[in-house]
């Protein structure tokens, strides 16, 4: 049996806020809502996976910094 709160954020959350929320809660996964309507599930991997394209999209066009 799941005992445990379920922790989620909206759909305009800054990811920032969404990774400390997953790191100060331990977990490794939150549910994603719009109002109060399930939207979706995000995961740690979603959001290092985000981190990266941005990261390597500026390597490849510094003149973007």
Known sequence: IM???IISYETDTYLYNVFV???KNKISLLTVVNG???FGIG???D???YFY???KILIIFPKLW
Request: glycine share 0%.
């Open 3 to 5: 005992s445990k709160q």
């Open 21 to 23: 929320k997953i790191v």
């Open 36 to 38: 109060n309507k399930l």
């Open 43 to 45: 995961t740690i991997r």
């Open 47 to 49: 959001i290092i996976k």
């Open 53 to 55: 394209e941005k990261i």
